[in-house]
Structures are given as structure tokens and as C-alpha cells.
């Protein structure tokens, strides 16, 4: 089945079944996950996948490690950012010396 023929079949937008595939659509209502095992044919513990037996200990250590990816990913961007900064400035500073600008 294609995502066009699951999106009509469940009542929604194919764009709305291409992001909730891909991951990148959050909120998804429980009745729109009905709507689509509907439209699959299967139950909708078969899409609602169980909770995992983590202790609190675990999930604060898993919490704890994406706090941690999260402030090494924003110290890249930045870092990032200010070598893009650099490029431009060298790259304005070729141009004058060239006339160009």
C-alpha cells in the first residue's frame, strides 16, 4: 500500500503519513494511530509499541546523556557558526582586494 492509499484510507494527508513515518511529526493523536491500524488491517498494539520496563535510575541516566548530546551539539553549532563567520569575512576581504566589490 502505498502512503497516498494509507492517508486516504485513514482520513489524512499523505504528507502527514510521510512525517509521521520519518519521525519527524510529534503529537501524533491515539485516534489517528486507530484511524491507521484501521486502514492496515492490523490491531493497534501492532503501531503502539509497549512502554520499556526502565528503572528511574535508567531513565534519569538516559535523560542525563541527551543532556549532555544536546550541550555537545549546540557547542558544535556554534563553533560551526564561527567558522562560517571566518570563511565570509575571508572571503570579503578577497573580493575588495580583487576590486571586485
Same mark, same amino acid.
Given at each position: 500500500?502505498?502512503?497516498?492509499?494509507? /492517508? #486516504?484510507?485513514? +482520513?489524512? =494527508?499523505? !504528507?502527514?503519513?510521510?512525517?509521521?513515518?520519518?519521525?519527524?511529526?510529534?503529537?501524533?493523536? &491515539?485516534?489517528?494511530?486507530?484511524?491507521? /491500524? #484501521?486502514?492496515? +488491517?492490523? =490491531?493497534? !498494539?501492532?503501531?503502539?509499541?509497549?512502554?520499556?520496563?526502565?528503572?528511574?535510575?535508567?531513565? &534519569?541516566?538516559?535523560?542525563?546523556?541527551?543532556?549532555?548530546?544536546?550541550?555537545?551539539?549546540?557547542?558544535?553549532?556554534?563553533?560551526?557558526?564561527?567558522?562560517?563567520?571566518?570563511?565570509?569575512?575571508?572571503?570579503?576581504?578577497?573580493?575588495?582586494?580583487?576590486?571586485?566589490?
Amino acid at each position: 500500500m502505498t502512503q497516498e492509499e494509507l /492517508a #486516504e484510507r485513514a +482520513g489524512t =494527508s499523505s !504528507d502527514t503519513i510521510k512525517r509521521y513515518e520519518s519521525g519527524t511529526y510529534e503529537g501524533i493523536r &491515539l485516534v489517528m494511530v486507530y484511524h491507521i /491500524a #484501521e486502514a492496515l +488491517g492490523v =490491531s493497534l !498494539d501492532a503501531l503502539v509499541p509497549p512502554p520499556a520496563n526502565r528503572s528511574p535510575e535508567q531513565l &534519569l541516566e538516559e535523560a542525563e546523556a541527551l543532556i549532555r548530546r544536546k550541550r555537545t551539539l549546540q557547542n558544535e553549532i556554534k563553533r560551526l557558526g564561527a567558522q562560517i563567520c571566518t570563511v565570509r569575512w575571508q572571503i570579503c576581504a578577497s573580493l575588495v582586494l580583487w576590486g571586485l566589490v
